[in-house]
C-alpha cells in the first residue's frame, strides 16, 4: 500500500530562516504528488502540485518542491519565511495504480514562525 | 462560485446518537471525498465517490456510511456515533482528469461525541 511520510512533525523557525520539510513516498510507479497548507482554523489550500515536466516546482507565497524520483522524495522549500506561513502542511500521493483516484496523506508538519 | 461547502460547522453528539453531515459543490466534480483530520495522523479517507449514484471504502469506513444521490452532493452517516469518531471532518471535490488532479477541500466540520 502507499503510504507518505513525513518525519518532522513540529517545526519551530524564526522570521527569514529557510524552511525545508521532507516529504517521502513509497510507491515507485507513476505518481502526482502534491503540498497542502492548512492555515490555523482554515480549510486545506492547495500549495503547489507535480505532475510532469520540470521536477523543480513552483508554488503561491514563494514556496517550491523538488521531485526527486530516485530518492522518492518531494521536498518543500521557502528560502526565507514569514510569521504568516505558521500552518500545518500536509505531503500527498496520489497514483496511477488507484487510477489517480484517491489521494494519501502524510501526517503533517506544525510550522510555527516567531516573529 | 461557493466552491464546497459543508453543513454543519460544528456539532456535539452523545454516544449512539445518529447524524448526516452534507457536502455541496457547486465545480460541477466528478469526485467527491470524506476524510477525517485527527491530530498527528492527517487526513484519512472514510469513503469516496467517482461520480453520482458510486461510493466507495476509503482508508477508515467502518462506523460511516455514504450517499452521493446527486452529482453535487455527498452525505456522510453516522448511524451510532461512538467518541472514537470525535474529529474534524473535510470534504473534497475534484474533476476526474489526471491532468488537473487536485481536490478542492470544505471548510470541515468539527464534531464531538461525547
Known amino acids: 500500500a502507499q503510504s507518505v511520510s513525513q518525519h518532522n512533525h513540529h517545526v519551530i523557525l524564526s522570521e527569514a530562516a529557510s524552511l525545508e520539510l521532507g516529504c517521502n513516498y513509497s510507491?515507485?510507479?507513476?505518481?502526482?504528488l502534491f503540498w497542502y497548507v492548512q492555515y490555523p482554523g482554515q480549510h486545506l489550500q492547495l500549495l503547489l502540485k507535480?505532475?510532469?515536466?520540470?521536477?523543480l516546482v513552483k508554488g503561491i507565497k514563494g514556496f517550491e518542491a523538488e521531485f526527486i524520483k530516485s530518492k522518492f522524495s518531494f521536498n518543500l522549500r521557502k528560502p526565507s519565511v514569514q510569521w504568516s506561513d505558521t500552518a500545518e502542511y500536509f505531503c500527498a500521493v496520489n497514483a496511477r495504480n488507484t487510477g489517480f483516484q484517491k489521494l494519501v496523506f502524510g501526517t503533517g508538519t506544525r510550522l510555527l514562525v516567531s516573529p | 462560485n461557493a466552491g464546497v461547502t459543508q453543513t454543519p460547522k460544528f456539532r456535539v453528539l452523545k454516544t449512539g446518537q445518529s447524524m448526516t453531515l452534507l457536502c455541496a459543490q457547486d465545480?460541477?466534480?466528478?469526485?467527491m471525498y470524506w476524510y477525517r483530520q485527527d491530530p498527528g495522523m492527517g487526513l484519512r479517507l472514510i469513503h469516496y465517490?467517482?461520480?453520482?449514484?458510486?461510493?466507495a471504502k476509503g482508508e477508515v469506513p467502518d462506523g460511516y456510511n455514504v450517499s452521493r444521490l446527486k452529482k453535487q452532493n455527498f452525505l456522510l452517516g453516522l448511524e451510532s456515533a461512538a467518541p472514537s469518531q470525535t474529529s474534524v471532518y473535510f470534504c473534497?471535490?475534484?474533476?476526474?482528469?489526471?491532468?488537473?488532479?487536485?481536490?478542492?477541500f470544505g471548510p470541515g466540520t468539527r464534531l464531538t461525541v461525547t
Open positions: 465545480m460541477n466534480h466528478e469526485y
Open positions: 473534497a471535490s475534484s474533476y476526474s482528469s489526471i491532468v488537473t488532479y487536485e481536490q478542492y
Open positions: 465517490s467517482v461520480g453520482e449514484g458510486t461510493t
Open positions: 510507491y515507485g510507479g507513476t505518481v502526482n
Open positions: 507535480y505532475f510532469s515536466g520540470d521536477p
